[in-house]
């Protein structure tokens, strides 16, 4: 049994429902600020200011990545801290030690910790008995930190986002979620085009409806994206969900999201204005045809840049 839960008083980055929106809104603009600094620098030198000097990073995962993790890597180190990576198999952590005795294990030894876990509750756990800042780096729920970045790469292609459109076509899955909260806190309408089956979860329409959000799910997805700035795709079947769906399951979502796939006509139908998003790793051929995700339109590595300069902004948040 975990201790009892202790209110949380560090900078905790868990979910941007979280958050009021001039706060994040000054961390995408420091973001933008610090990617304009660094133009043209080796990867790897430091910034000019290093306010993380000396302060470390322990970056839990239960799940694989290549984006998140080298993207904290690399951010830590340009602002003069370090991290560490550990597995959380190999973590007494997965093996019965409780999450709320890691946390205060882990706050006597390093200043920050991100963590990207099969369960959104082990998170709040997490946070409830740490007394570091914690970030949310994916859970079976939500993954802010992409949206940090995907809201940058919106604005640097597309301008300011509050007012604008964005379209989600796939299933209403953790990334969907994140963009749910981004679309009532950045004030943007967010159509969701998705099949019933895979529609996201009532309680986050309903939040953001009791917030005043324009978030709508919408059936066709040619409809959804009349007019719209931006189409977003992402898997059909997320990490956290491949064991439990099993081969019928994984077959029977592929087979309902179909007509969802972001292809040619799709965009065409978008306009050529409209840029296409994806978090990655993309499935080439499922929720998204080559076409356009190596088309005209795509934004995706700009994205996958952006997560490196919207963490560093966060970290710096946290920790500052
Ligand atoms: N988008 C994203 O989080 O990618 P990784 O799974 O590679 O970290
Ligand atoms: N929705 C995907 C995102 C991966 C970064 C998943 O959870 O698998």
New binding site residues.
């Given amino acids: 049994m975990n201790a009892p839960a202790k209110v949380m008083t560090a900078k905790h980055f868990l979910d941007l429902d979280a958050f009021d929106g001039p706060t994040l809104r000054k961390m995408i603009d420091e973001a933008k600020r610090m990617k304009a600094a660094r133009k043209g620098r080796p990867k790897g030198a430091l910034d000019d200011a290093t306010p993380l000097a000396g302060r470390m990073l322990a970056m839990i995962f239960e799940k694989?990545?290549?984006?998140?993790?080298i993207s904290f890597e690399m951010g830590m180190r340009q602002l003069g801290g370090g991290t560490m990576f550990l597995d959380g198999r190999d973590m007494q952590f997965g093996h019965g030690e409780t999450v709320g005795d890691t946390a205060q294990v882990l706050s006597r030894y390093v200043d920050v910790i991100m963590l990207r876990t099969k369960r959104h509750q082990s998170l709040i756990e997490l946070a409830q008995h740490a007394t570091v800042p914690v970030i949310n780096g994916?859970t079976d729920k939500t993954?802010p930190c992409?949206l940090m970045a995907d809201v940058m790469t919106f604005e640097e292609h597309r301008g300011p986002i509050a007012g604008r459109v964005v379209t989600w076509s796939g299933a209403g899955n953790n990334v969907c979620a994140s963009w749910i909260h981004a679309a009532v806190r950045f004030g943007f309408e967010l159509r969701v085009a998705c099949p019933p089956e895979a529609s996201p979860e009532p309680q986050l329409m309903a939040w953001a409806k009791k917030e005043s959000g324009k978030v709508h799910i919408v059936r066709d997805p040619f409809d959804a994206v009349a007019g719209t700035d931006a189409v977003v795709a992402d898997t059909w079947v997320q990490m956290s969900e491949a064991d439990q769906l099993g081969e019928g399951g994984t077959r029977s979502r592929h087979n309902a999201l179909a007509r969802y796939r972001v292809d040619e006509r799709l965009m065409a139908a978008a306009g050529k204005d409209a840029i296409f998003m994806h978090?990655?790793?993309a499935h080439r051929g499922e929720e998204v045809t080559d076409g356009v995700f190596d088309g005209p339109q795509s934004a995706v590595f700009d994205e996958a840049e952006n997560r490196l300069h919207s963490q560093k902004s966060v970290l710096v948040w946290a920790l500052t």
């Fill in positions: 694989p990545s290549t984006r998140t993790r994916l993954h992409q978090c990655l790793p």
